[in-house]
């Protein structure tokens, strides 16, 4: 069954097409070339319409640990965004921490097709993916967390082999069933436990004596060796602290050219200088990413009102629990492994520092040249739910709306933040790459985020309304493997979406004889079991038997060196 | 209607079989380090597994068919007539929940549909944590940090009666990642009916009682805190525990590198026990200005961590959930099954229990459908009884572990039990309704 999509504009940097007319065929949910003797068996004539890739959103806490006990504290924030059970759907809930159903229509409905877990406790990977299997239209993926973790950090005190340490990320990363690596705070929620309460760029952990540093680039070198698509995820140290922009520069100076991506840069790009001692660091450090083309970023804009904060950093969650609003926050230490801290937050425009926190991130935006290493993140719900993103768009195409709302804020905010002099505004094009084309390099996904031949058929289609925001609120249809799911924002059918994994080469007998013993001797649980078996994903909602379906998804990877 | 299979056949594929690692599902500690033999039909664990677990696992398979009014029906029947129960009740609630991951996701599947109401047997419990996660919030660990790093642990209850192999998985550990050896601990057991007996071991340098009734326990805690904040008691004794009993524990919390105090909320079983914990939690995030301090929450039998969980993730709320109105609403007084059975809200009652025969049904005279164990006990006969599959046992699954975070995999033991999955049962009543 060949489908034609005609005449519609489209944006596909990827293969290099900005906005010019061009048909587009699908069968058996991929993007074809069709011969002239095909028979054209449905048509949507797309004229004047705006025509992309599926979103893809690298970085958006959607499913696990931290966010379910986010679900569970927040009763108050549901009651406002109670969704009811549909024809199609399931009830559920929305808006800062919503039910997984919830998320993965809503993600649909905003033209997105695919959005990435970033922050997977290893020893959290079931629940992880059980939530991701809970969350449908869309694909998953789940960056596993490490660099807290006690095995690497031993490893590194040892100064183990370079090999040893390649193969237990690999092997981590095919027991969490992980499609990249992320690292949060370096060490840090380590430290946390031994009761240090910062560790920046070049502070050892009291008990391991290894530094951030020394993680970020083990990790980094070790990915880029395995041959990994996506570098190794950074969130960095100091996350929140005025003056760490300076910890952030450094960062970028210390991968020393090996690829890193640095996450919700916004919270690490803050300066110290002005009547509230916090400034904006946006310009500094956007000029050191345009002069690193190693280093890609996503920004982790935050938007005004409420929502809460989930993250594996329980050492800086636990210092922005002064913050809390409404007053209640949990942090936890988890199995000598990682952590997490969940902390409410309201933004206030009226408040100096929320207030200038949203220009950074709008700074960061306009100041970052290359499109295609800057990706459009709230860091989901941290900064703001993703449902805001129509809204960001809007604030970054449309420099009229952008000032106007500048002009809202906090008047020392106002007068501290350089965006009212900023001109720039987002083509169609640069925002088609930093919300497809973009992210789907970065992870490695080949055949997302284009529309070239052999992509897989996920399609949105926009009207082209001069009003952005509403533009991307509401699409016209979302297309999932060439089905249609979404028509005028509404679902008009439900898929399950597929999980995305890579699995990079290691040892398994070398790697498991000495991990074996370890989790005996000092866990509660045995390594066996915490390897997850590909069944695990596979049936994890999709309702398919396993391996009958294209729901694991396993991406691939680089020759290892 | 689709029609349901029962398993597969009666005989089991190989005369006998040896598992390790296996998952046990008789409390919510779910020990992974389990050995169990299996021949033919029967189960026998050979290493690492408690009394309970052994119980558990070895009870005799014995032939159990669906029924329908006491009368033996084919699966499909009985399937037929549960969702006929459920489409003529106006507002239906599951309860029981003893199951795992999937168990529960198929739970709440058939509730969202029916509009019914979702509780846990064990839902009481879980609702005095939440009343404190949902106002204050609070600090915790999980059981391979105190294995590792706990050097004063505060008990509340007899935390044995409940994790036969606690002590043992958690506390007596020969070798430890911070140490050379065992943790050096001290063990404090606030309130009362302990059996110190099995504390002593590896690692267990002292231990130390403070007695006092466990509804007082809150009123030593907030001692305690008044204490460490340096002001002065108000009396010469605190729930009957005399000053310098309580500033010798001050003292203990203050030199500790990793303090953690332990609570089972259902074992607080006197009234307003949220505010015993609200003080637990609250002393906890106070020590952590300065040093470092973890609350642990056990119990968690009966799969009500997963429960709780998945409902969470899939409708935005702990247990306690009403799909009425279509969409859910949370409230742990107004939706608890116990009080709307009382009240006559509720019309008709789905009770699973498919991991321990033990989590019998409320008595009640709405009509009411039972999803157990082959061998579960029922103080009278349900209007519907269908047997099922044990997962763990006779099917694989996913469950929680009572800390949250760790998701253990359940296997199947191949015994051939010819019992039907829940969730194949649960999603066949919900496609007949
Ligand atoms: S302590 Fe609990 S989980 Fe462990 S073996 Fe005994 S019953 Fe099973």
Redesign the interface.
Known sequence: MLIKFTGGKVYDPANGIDGQVRDIYVRDGRVVTPSATDTISAEYNLAGKVVMAGGIDPHSHI?G?K???A?????ED?RHD????GDLT????GHA??????AGYRYAEMGYTAAFEPAM?A??A??TH??MG?TPMIDKGAYVLLGSD?YFLRLLTRGADKEEIKDYIAWTMHAAQALAVKVVNPGGISA????QRMLDLDEKNA?YGVTPRDIILTLGRSLQELGVPHPVHVHGCNLGVPGNKETTLATIRAAEGTPIHLTHIQFHSYGTEGDFKFSSGAAEIAELVNQNPNVSIDVGQILFGQTVTASGDSMRQ?GNTKS?NP???????????AGCG?VPMKYRDKSFVNALQWAIGLEMFLLVKDPWRIFLTTDHPNGAPFTTYPHLIRLLMDKTFRNEMLRRIHPGAQAATILGSITREYSLNEIAIMTRAGPAKSLGLKDRGHLGPGACADITVYDDNPDREAMFTTPAFVFKNGEMIVRNGRIVHVVAGATHVVRPEYDRKRTEKPLKDYF???????M??FR??D??VI?A?CGHAPGTCGCLIVQPVGTRK | MTAVQAGASPAPASASESF??V?CVFCGLHC??LEIERTGQSLQVTRNGCGKAKAGFERPLVKSEPRVGGQPVSLNEAVAAAAKIIRSSALPSFGGLGTD??GM?AVM?LA??ARGVVDHAMGEGYAQN?RV?????????????V???ADLLIFTTDVLKYHHRFFE??IH?P????ADGPVKRTIVLIGEGYDTGPISGPGVDEIVTISCASDRIGEVISALATLSKGAPLPAETIAGVPKPQLEDLKARCEKA??GVIIWIPSAFAFANADLTIHRICDFVKEM?VK??F?GLTLGGSEGSTSA???A???????LRVS?A??????DPELYAIPRLLKSGETDALVWLSSLTPDLAAPQTSIPTIVIGTFDMKLDREPDVFIPVATPGIDA?G?I?RVD??????LRDLHRASGLANSIAVLNAIEAAL
């Not at chain 1, 399931?90 to 809930?93: D, F, M, S, V």
């Not at chain 1, 921490?97 to 919830?102: C, G, L, M």
């Not at chain 2, 969470?312 to 702990?318: D, E, I, L, N």
């Not at chain 2, 109105?325 to 949370?330: E, N, T």
Request: hydrophobic letters at 40%.
């Open positions: 499913g640990g966010m379910n006990i679900r569970m504290m927040l009763p549901h109670n969704v009811a059970r399931r009830a559920g809930c921490a919503p039910s997984t159903f919830v406790l020893v959290n079931r629940q059980a939530e809970d006690d946390f436990k031994f009761n008990f636990y809390a007053k209640k926050w949990v942090v936890m230490d988890i199995e000598c492994d969940v005996e001797t000092y866990h509660t649980m045995r066996e079991n997850m078996a069944e695990e049936t909602g | 390790s690692n998952t992974d380090d991951i999937d996701r599947s969202d549909k939440m996660l949902q106002t204050r919030g609070w600090f915790m660990t999980t059981l391979t940090e294995r590792n790093r998985r958690v550990a070798q430890t990642l911070f590198n990793y952590n040093q470092r973890a709780a969980a998945v969470a993730w899939q409708s935005g709320y702990p799909f109105s279509g969409a859910p609403q949370f694989r996913q929680m949250g975070n760790v998701v253990l995999p």
